[in-house]
């Protein structure tokens, strides 16, 4: 993979028109509750590891917001855990993120990462700053009051990474070893288990009253939640990051710091969430709670990501294959910016390449996205720039493509936002999705976006195709004309039974029922009218006293 510049000048621009603290009004308050414990203890170590359940898996997560698999820097003698063979200069798992498929060895992300950018005073001046999760994350890692009580595992609180899956490691002498540490909700924890107290409650607004969120009920929203707080506000001493950055004075002096010393002064609460089945199983989501930390406000507020896509390994210039043939587009209808491959084909891949995509899904006052940058591996700024430039990029209005193969990547931007008084909170919700095809891409985004609508509930209906001709109970999909908007399907029962065909939606509320009541043994056809439903995707389930199986739907229209 490509080597990156690992001695970076830090420099602010000043902004000579910028008003002074003094003469800025304060804003209200957005009244977005932090969830967890605020403190100033930094984590033991950085910790560096992997989430996604589905069909899109090894997507890293770390407790210090970092987004990609990088080496670590040579000065940095932080204690490190996490993926083997990360701290060497290019270990097997450096750029080898976001698996797709599951399982298949075949990756589609080198980096990736939020950008929360503001005018911030130095002095008696204000300048640009940009504190970023990548390239190289500014933000420490921070530790977790409420893990204090570990269960089994005693006191984790410094670890500043949990998953809603964990479980207790083997060979500690740990109770409960090799059992589940967090209990799934509704069920009486044993007694080396703890609930999961990072339920984000913001998703209560919706959700339908009786499918709120509770924390004190170990509440978890997918098959595998993640939870991580940094902040670039702690003690510059204790601050515990992936990357030393490196400041030259003015009288030419390198000083080596573990912290970029010129921080917004925001704490970050990070979630995430992946389920193993269903159309969502083809998507990660993505949370960000933003808080201003500071006596003072933070003006001309931008939220963005950074996505560097790497479909495919190796080559060394633009249309090569490997990760220098990668396209970008934009979808306008979703606000959805992607990449692709140009030609079709990546070497020893066992399927065609796909696509990878990102979409915001909730902003404060649903600003939603307001431009795409679109950049290439020959412009380093976005890693070696200073933040002045980095906020210029983060306030473009433009929605760029690239059509010419390149090494890509992509900054989706959001703003500008009102004022950040001190103690306000931002929330920001976005998701990275893939898909075999566009069209696929296309409607695997819209059931992320109908289940962020809904709360994110319990995907009710699994993905479980039943062709097996030796199936006693069967249901398929025979015909589709979708500018008719008519679906045919057809099922073949064993004996006589009541039976029920409805059509449910991604999150699985109940669209149409097309078929119930007393039905005779052998096959029967049915067409669903499907004309006036959205494009997306939809399940087709037969159900009957026995048994139960379901058909997958794509509609793009």
Not at 518 to 526: K, L, M, Q, S
Request: some cysteine.
């Amino acid at each position: 993979m490509r080597q990156l510049s690992l001695i970076l000048i830090l420099t602010g621009v000043v902004l000579a028109a910028a008003p002074r603290y003094a003469e800025l009004t304060p804003q209200v308050s957005s009244g977005y509750p932090l969830l967890s414990e605020v403190t100033d203890e930094p984590a033991a170590w950085w910790l560096v590891w992997w989430t996604g359940v589905g069909n899109v898996s090894d997507f890293l997560v770390s407790n210090a917001m970092q987004g990609g698999v990088f080496a670590r820097h040579p000065d940095d003698e932080h204690e490190y855990q996490g993926l083997p063979g990360y701290t060497g200069g290019y270990p097997g798992t450096r750029g080898r993120n976001a698996e797709y498929p599951a399982g298949s060895e075949q990756f589609y992300l080198f980096a990736m990462g939020f950008w929360f950018g503001a005018i911030y005073p130095v002095g008696d001046e204000w300048v640009y700053n940009v504190s970023k999760a990548a390239y190289m994350s500014d933000i420490g890692a921070m530790a977790v009051p409420e893990m204090e009580d570990g269960g089994g595992m005693d006191d984790i609180s410094n670890l500043g990474l949990y998953f809603s899956d964990m479980t207790i490691p083997e060979g500690y002498e740990f109770e409960g070893e090799g059992d589940r540490l967090f209990a799934y909700p509704g069920e009486t924890p044993k007694p080396y288990q703890v609930l999961w107290p990072f339920a984000d409650t913001m998703l209560n607004k919706n959700r339908p009253p009786d499918e709120q969120l509770d924390p004190s009920k170990g509440d978890i929203v997918s098959d595998e939640d993640t939870y991580a707080v940094g902040g670039d506000w702690i003690p510059e001493d204790s601050a515990v990051t992936i990357w030393i950055r490196r400041e030259v004075t003015p009288e030419g002096d390198t000083i080596d710091n573990s912290y970029d010393g010129l921080g917004l002064g925001i704490r970050i609460e990070q979630r995430t969430y992946s389920w193993e089945t269903g159309p969502l199983a083809h998507s990660i989501v993505l949370n960000y709670k933003i808080r201003n930390m500071n006596d003072f406000a933070l003006q001309e507020l931008y939220f963005s990501y950074f996505a560097d896509p790497d479909i495919g390994e190796g080559g060394t210039s633009p249309g090569e294959e490997g990760f220098w043939d990668d396209m970008i587009g934009f979808d306008r209808d979703r606000n959805l910016g992607y990449a692709y491959d140009a030609n079709g084909s990546e070497p020893g891949w066992s399927t065609p390449p796909g696509y990878i995509g990102a979409v915001l899904l909730g902003t404060p006052e649903n600003v939603g996205l307001t431009g795409l940058k679109v950049l290439t591996y020959l412009d380093t700024t976005y890693y070696d720039g200073t933040d002045s430039l980095k906020y210029v990029y983060m306030t473009s209005i433009d929605f760029m493509t690239l059509d010419d193969p390149n090494d890509a990547r992509m900054l989706l931007n959001s703003g500008p936002y009102p004022d950040m008084a001190p103690g306000d909170e931002y929330d920001f919700t976005l998701a990275v999705v893939v898909g075999q095809t566009l069209a696929e891409l296309q409607a695997n985004v819209d059931s992320v976006r109908a289940a962020f609508q809904q709360g994110f509930p319990w995907v009710g209906i699994e993905e479980q195709k039943t062709t097996t001709p030796t199936e006693p109970v069967r249901l398929n999909l025979t015909t589709a004309n979708i500018s008719d908007g008519l679906i045919g399907l057809r099922y073949s029962l064993p004996k006589t039974s009541n039976i029920d065909i409805s059509v449910f939606d991604a999150v699985g509320r109940k669209v149409q029922t097309l078929k119930q009541g007393h039905t005779p043994a052998g096959e029967g056809e049915i067409i669903w009218n499907a004309s006036a439903v959205p494009s997306g995707v939809y399940f087709v389930r037969l159900t009957t006293p026995q048994k139960s199986c379901t058909e997958r739907v794509l509609i793009v229209r």
